[in-house]
């Protein structure tokens, strides 16, 4: 061969090398054929309850497909190019996460990536009960573990303003501190945990605040009296009719079945320390007579609304054919028909599921309970506090179904929680708990139903953040808010268990705003809580709060109360009231407050009653006349022809019918 001939087909193979070298450098460019992890998972650092994500990059010809491992252990349902925990554990710490990517030209698995989980906070040091004179100044202190930590004391279960850090001071105090209860919160991002609460002893000359009330009861059933003092390490003797009562030395005297020997009887309490004693005023009991008569249930019902703001107030009814009407408010869907609008008198209906009736309604601050025939429940309207029960913190126009464990036979609504009553006697209940109004012995929200430590229960009801429950015995117990003495324990603490109220032969329960009420099996009505505006009828001068229930009526089958009012329902069908009346909320035609109850003009035969928020009320009568009145500023009376100051005597709502 020629040297030229031999330069010619080198030079052949070179071009054909070049193109070939080309053509796999043009192909390369292409992106890679098989999966290639290009950015492994990162650790994560988080706290115990918390939510961690892992992610990572990958190149790879499409479609991918993923699978998280957990210490090499594929996690059910993780195929997204993402991961997000589960809230965490303490046993989570150290586990390690990675992912395997796969396609049709194979699968690569990352490398793992390590989760640290940190605890919450462990307290370490309880505070300590403090003793001191008056003037003196009070120290509580709490240690704790964990990291991130913040402090939040409570005097009585309210947040002192300032009082974050480990130790609290309250400088100078004053006799009023006797008997106060500090607790302690220790937070971090991985949750909170109280304190032991310890009380707070001023010493000084005993002085009785709240003296034991007058009260009628019925011959058979309970009187209970209450006395509240200050002082410190206090010493109490109860006296009938200037006789000391043997073993009757505690703040509250309970006399379980009240008799005719019992009419007209004055009891007073001495209280006492090593400065001094004194004696309350008298207190009279009045025994009468009646025979058991149990209570009718309404064909129809009037539920409204427990708003801070009068601006804010709904009405409810559910007639008689099983179907919702509401009016009044709705900028967070309160009507439940699945708009979002302003205020409107004009009648409309709740969107209940096909072929469903409704049994009871129950309407809160701004949101709203139905059950239905099924013994299904659904909630619609405000949700900032989780009260709606579907996991999230989202309002609903119409109306959404709660999960629970059973059918539920009654349904009650507080201001931002949520409470029912399932078939097998158990309570369920969700959404705000700042005071213990879920009964379950925590502090924590809950955003769906968590049980109630109670059993054996037959009804329920709900003011603005304290529950009320009636067992199967008859007897009645509480939880909650009870800073006005709702509770009726006696101790205006707050209850974050079901406490006993010491009631017994009880067929019906109510609660509203901050009063608690409960008629007996003879018609006797016993009532408890605020009273600064004479809502509890007690009379002039009494204008104390009462912290024990206390007879005031008979013949009662059924009562209402708001914020500033209250109504009772006779069995004659006539409705009187007491309590501020502004707005003209008591009905008397009137915008004067009266300390007794007295008659609502206009209505008769009334089978159902409410007393909504602030100032307005509402009522059913037997042939489905529904009549309302009171403040007007939502449109909550249905009424077109009435002004938003409203209407101090009851009005009928026009071209509306409650029992069809």
């Known amino acids: 061969m020629s040297l030229r001939a031999l330069s010619s087909g080198l030079s052949r193979s070179l071009l054909a090398l070049a193109a070939l070298v080309l053509l796999s450098s043009c192909l390369s460019s292409a992106g890679p054929e098989a999966p290639k992890i290009t950015d492994q998972p990162k650790d994560r650092v988080s706290f115990v309850g918390q939510q961690v994500k892992f992610d990572f990059g990958v190149a790879g010809k499409p479609p991918l497909t993923f699978q998280w491992l957990r210490n090499g252990v594929a996690i059910t349902g993780a195929t997204s190019a993402t991961y997000v925990t589960d809230p965490l554990l303490a046993t989570d710490d150290g586990a390690k996460y990675s992912v395997r990517v796969t396609n049709a030209q194979g699968s690569v698995t990352s490398g793992e990536a390590t989760l640290t989980v940190k605890p919450g906070p462990t307290i370490t040091g309880q505070p300590s009960a403090v003793t001191i004179n008056a003037g003196a100044a009070a120290t509580f202190s709490v240690t704790a573990t964990g990291e991130q930590l913040q402090y939040q004391w409570l005097r009585d279960d309210q947040p002192i303003a300032g009082a974050n850090a480990a130790t609290y001071t309250l400088t100078a105090a004053a006799a009023a501190d006797d008997g106060a209860l500090f607790t302690a919160l220790v937070v971090n991002p991985g949750g909170v945990v109280a304190s032991q609460t310890v009380a707070l002893t001023v010493l000084s000359s005993p002085t009785i605040t709240m003296a034991p009330i007058s009260q009628t009861v019925i011959a058979g059933e309970p009187a209970v009296f209450v006395a509240r003092a200050i002082g410190g390490n206090l010493g109490f003797q109860w006296r009938r009719n200037g006789v000391d009562v043997a073993g009757a030395t505690s703040r509250v005297l309970r006399l379980t079945s009240a008799s005719a020997a019992d009419d007209n009887v004055v009891y007073t309490v001495i209280v006492s320390n090593s400065l001094g004693s004194v004696t309350s005023s008298a207190a009279t009991l009045r025994v009468v007579t009646a025979s058991a008569a149990a209570v009718p249930n309404a064909a129809a019902q009037v539920a ?18 099983g179907t919702v009407a509401s009016w009044g408010f709705n900028t967070d869907g309160q009507r439940g028909d699945g708009t979002v609008n302003t205020a409107s008198d004009t009648t409309g209906t709740v969107t209940l599921p096909a072929g469903r009736t409704a049994r009871q309604i129950a309407a809160g601050g701004a949101h709203a309970l139905v059950l239905l025939d099924n013994g299904d429940v659904y909630a619609w309207g405000g949700n900032e506090s989780g009260q709606l029960g579907t996991g999230d913190l989202l309002f609903r126009s119409a109306p959404v179904k709660v999960n629970l464990p059973a059918p539920a036979t009654a349904v009650a609504a507080g201001r931002s929680h949520s409470v029912v009553l399932l078939n097998d006697g158990r309570v369920f209940a969700w959404g705000g708990n700042n005071l213990g109004q879920l009964g379950n012995g925590g502090r924590d929200s809950s955003l769906t139903p ?22 199967l015995d008859g007897s009645v117990w509480a939880w909650g808010a009870n800073a006005s003495g709702q509770v009726g324990d006696g101790s205006f603490k707050s209850a974050r268990v079901p406490t006993a109220t010491g009631l017994i032969e009880i067929q019906r329960i109510r609660a509203g705003a901050e009063v608690s009420l409960a008629i007996s099996q003879r018609r006797g009505l016993y009532i408890w809580g605020e009273n600064a505006d004479g809502q509890l009828g007690l009379g002039l001068p009494s204008t104390m709060d009462a912290g024990v229930p206390t007879g005031v009526r008979r013949g009662v089958i059924d009562a209402a109360s708001g914020e500033r009012g209250t109504l009772v329902l006779g069995g004659d069908g006539l409705l009187v009231a007491a309590g501020a009346n502004d707005s003209g909320s008591l009905g008397d035609g009137s915008t004067t407050g009266r300390t007794t109850f007295a008659a609502v003009s206009v209505v008769s035969q009334v089978i159902a009653v409410d007393f909504g928020g602030l100032s307005y009320a509402a009522a059913i009568g037997a042939e489905g006349t529904t009549w309302t009145w009171g403040d007007n500023s939502a449109k909550q009376l249905g009424n077109a022809t009435l002004p938003a100051t409203g209407t101090p005597t009851p009005t009928i709502v026009p071209s509306f019918d409650a029992i069809p």
Not at 453 to 465: C, E, P, R, W, Y
């Open 450 to 471: 968590v049980a109630s430590l109670i059993v054996s229960v037959v009804q329920i009801a709900a003011g603005n953040n304290h529950v009320l429950a009636l067992r």
């Open 304 to 321: 409204l609304g427990k708003p801070l703001a009068a601006a804010t107030a709904f009405t409810l009814v559910r007639r008689s054919n």
